[in-house]
């Protein structure tokens, strides 16, 4: 792809240029002190840093994305050449093979698309395999509600292509650009997650190449089917995934529930998962130790006269999700016996965490030591403790 390739030069570039700077300063005896000021000043200048330079880039860097995602789906979508796509993959499996399988594999799949700050070096000694240009959504089944797509269509793209057409995954993570392959060969979790388990969970067949160069469709009659999810890569390669959808709709009714104790944020936590009115997506804030506030919210077909007003929390003037959470712990903003519902548009709430109003697309800076909690998968007792980075 032409926007990799130049992604992939002006990184080189950067990577020399920073490699040269670092030679040159040793050289002069100015590394360290320079080093010391600069480390000096991102701490202690941390707020005009996230506003100056971080902001703008992870603005361009969202631009960037979409684009990307745009142009895929304009000029690479080709789901026809899949077959084909799958074979340059067997190819390559069975040139190593026949090399004497002296290195290991993995996909040639580039570090700055990874979801990771660690800079991975360890490809430079192995077999790449070409799988990130897997980016097409195959076939929508509606009939029985299964999406197939390849493993490297991510995230966003999944929610473009699902929603006008009325649709969505049960369970959507809620990075933009986390791929379908990650999810499945690692994990991956939402606040519907106590109703519908893990994106795994979401799949009724893997399509995958094995060591061999054979290309295998399983599903939950092969024992293969459930070795894969969080096997990272080390059984084959994902070439295509099976995924169950379900009706979307326009609105969800999002409620705010205050706690004043972890007794109380437990009990109500257990009663909206096993309630008869169980919620769509469970999520919530502890703020202090005994401070928090829980928040749940139903799909929700169309906004009715009568309904509390539709809260578009995603323009720029909106405070921080966090912020407007507390409120409610705060000021006890509550509508008769109820806390207050707003109705919120689908893909607020929808794409990212279920219930939470937050903005995908609108910078959040890090506040440190706020405890998330995401819902358990089915069949776990263990409850999911996250500390927020994005709130």
Sequence with gaps: ???????????????????????????????????????????????????????????VFDCYWRLRTWYIAKYMSAPALHPKRVQRVQEAVRDWARQGK???????????????????????????????????????DTKNRILRVEPSVNILQLIDYLLPRGWTLPVIPELDELTVGGLINGYGIETSSHHYGLFCDLAVAYEIVVPSGEVKRVTPKDKLFHCIPWSYGTLGF????????????????????????????VKKWKEFQTGEDSPDFLEGFMYTENTGVLMVAWYHAEAKPGDPPVNNINWWYKPYF???????????????????????????????????ESGSHVPQPHFPHRLRMGSPSQGSSAQAHRVSRRH
Excluded at 107 to 135: E, I, N, Q
């Design 1 to 59: 792809m032409v926007l990799n390739q130049v992604l992939n030069l002006l990184l080189s570039v950067l990577r020399l240029i920073g490699s040269a700077l670092y030679f040159i300063l040793g050289a002069l005896g100015l590394r360290g002190p320079l080093w010391n000021a600069f480390t000096y000043s991102l701490t202690n200048y941390r707020t005009a840093v996230v506003l100056i330079f971080v902001m703008p880039l992870s603005v």
């Design 238 to 265: 994902l070439t295509a995934v099976e995924l169950k959808v379900i009706p979307a709709t326009k609105y969800v009714r999002h409620r705010y529930v205050p706690v004043y104790s972890v007794e109380e944020c």
């Design 322 to 356: 966090y912020k407007h959470a507390l409120s409610f712990v705060e000021e006890k903003r509550l509508r008769g016996a109820h806390p207050l519902e707003p109705v919120l548009p689908a893909p607020q709430p929808l794409h990212l965490l279920g219930p939470r």
């Design 102 to 140: 002296k290195q290991r594999m993995c996909t040639a799949r580039p570090g700055w698309l990874t979801v990771s700050p660690r800079h991975s070096t360890y490809k430079k000694t192995m077999h790449t395999v070409l799988t990130h240009d897997l980016t097409d959504i195959l076939e929508l």
